[in-house]
């Protein structure tokens, strides 16, 4: 899913995953800056444990992660999950396509991901923020 800050992204994906978890499979959700930490980190069990789950779900998932943490940590999680067709719901606000100057995308700090996220259904998420309301 990809939109502006607020639509309701998360919440969405936390929905599904909520869904799934109710009907008996196994979730994993993450932010991908918490991933790529964990795995720098030295803990490459929670790779395996993200490549197999039932449903991952990466929110915010390249907000905080270096373009090193895309291609070394998450570019192969989604390969071996695309491979196995196993789902993953990815939340961004950044922009995926090549870009125009000055305006960071997702293309220019890593190619390979965007492709692989392409491969799937993207979602545009829009509407007025709701952080904040009651």
């Given amino acids: 899913m990809i939109g502006a800050v607020g639509p309701g992204k998360s919440y969405l994906a936390t929905e599904i995953a909520w869904r799934w978890w109710l009907d008996g499979h196994e979730i994993r959700f993450a932010t991908g800056a918490g991933l790529v930490a964990r795995v720098f980190g030295g803990d490459?069990?929670?790779l395996d444990r993200v490549r197999t789950v039932g449903l991952l779900v990466l929110d915010d998932f390249d907000r905080g992660v270096s373009a090193r943490g895309l291609d070394e940590v998450v570019q192969p999680v989604l390969l071996h999950r695309l491979g196995d067709r196993l789902p993953v719901v990815v939340t961004t606000n950044t922009p995926m396509t090549k870009g125009e100057p000055g305006v960071r995308?997702?293309?220019q700090r890593s190619a390979a991901v965007t492709?692989?996220?392409r491969d799937g259904l993207v979602v545009p998420v829009g509407g007025p923020s709701r952080r904040g309301r009651r």
């Fill in 44 to 46: 490459w069990a929670e």
């Fill in 105 to 107: 995308t997702l293309y």
């Fill in 115 to 117: 492709d692989r996220l």
